[in-house]
């Protein structure tokens, strides 16, 4: 969990929660990132609430902090026994649970929950983000025949970026976008040409004051100069909303556009990772799922967003 930071009643829940699953017998596993010490505006860092986390070290919950320091531990999941999987955008967090737009799939599937303990054990035995998702998951089958496939950065992160990418520049009937940024390289560049070529209906929905910021920093890097071209492109070829959300600053309000979606016809990819370049290098997860009916959904979900924040409808929805 990368940040986690409960308050009043969500707090004592999970805490519950945690304290009856330790006396059943169940062994409960908790990995954080410690406190980043640096700036860092896109992720907003997280702020690790201690007192909560040596409540659970004292009801019998193991956890370990990883360091934040180059890199980010900015997974959000959990493992449930050999079963399921929770994994999505939301944090631990009373805003994440009540501000901001965030999304949370449930996968059961005992391949998928192997997959992510494999990811977990690895970060547990050697808590170093660079070092971690460095294997290939295959396509899985869902007991409904669905198929669906997991990636974990930073080591899968090209596989990952590229896959994404090539969902877009193929996708026949529609793309959707969700992400609080769009600074990744690849997917920024195909978007931009999707976007331009008009073959396809596009849109979705970001979170302007971090892409505000994201663009004041790439106006000081001569070589990302391309990306305000091609941001530009997007968000005025296709309909995106922009949700106006509060400046991160320790203690503030956090109302972000935070949930992270991209489908490409009836591909979704879901998980912890901003389409952004420095997610390319933290420890993130996204599932990649293929189904007509999840796209449909995520697309519904997407558009309700984008237009809370600016974007017109879709006239039909493809």
Not at 250 to 256: A, E, L, N, R, T
């Amino acid at each position: 969990m990368y940040d986690l930071r409960l308050e009043q009643s969500p707090s004592a829940t999970l805490l519950h929660s945690f304290e009856a699953a330790v006396k059943r017998g169940v062994a409960v596993r908790l990995i954080f990132n410690e406190d980043h010490a640096q700036t860092i505006p896109v992720p907003p860092p997280p702020e690790i609430d201690w007192a909560f986390v040596d409540q659970l070290k004292s009801i019998g919950v193991q956890v370990r902090p990883v360091p934040g320091v180059p890199d980010l531990m900015h997974h959000k999941y959990v493992v449930r026994d050999a079963a399921s999987v929770l994994t999505g955008s939301t944090n631990w967090t009373n805003d994440s649970w009540n501000r901001e737009e965030n999304v949370l799939f449930t996968v059961d599937s005992g391949e998928v929950a192997a997959a992510y303990a494999q990811n977990f054990n690895g970060l547990w035995d050697k808590p170093v983000v660079a070092a971690s998702g460095r294997y290939s998951v295959p396509w899985l089958l869902l007991s409904d025949a669905t198929r669906v496939r997991p990636y974990f950065c930073p080591g899968r992160s090209l596989k990952l970026v590229h896959a994404m990418s090539r969902s877009i520049a193929s996708a026949e009937k529609r793309v959707r976008v969700c992400s609080p940024v769009i600074t990744s390289g690849p997917i920024l560049g195909t978007l931009a040409e999707a976007c331009e070529q008009r073959k396809v209906d596009i849109a979705g929905v970001y979170d302007a004051t971090q892409m505000d910021d994201v663009q004041r920093q790439w106006s000081s890097q001569g070589g990302a100069a391309w990306k305000i071209g091609a941001f530009h492109t997007v968000v005025s070829s296709a309909r995106f909303g922009a949700k106006r959300s509060t400046p991160y600053a320790k203690g503030s309000v956090h109302d972000f556009m935070h949930a992270k979606i991209l489908v490409a016809d009836d591909y979704v990819y879901a998980g912890s990772f901003n389409l952004s370049h420095s997610g390319e290098s933290n420890a993130e997860n996204v599932i990649q799922i293929e189904s007509a009916a999840i796209a449909q959904m995520c697309v519904a979900y997407i558009d309700r967003v984008a237009a809370r924040y600016g974007s017109p409808p879709a006239h039909v929805m493809p």
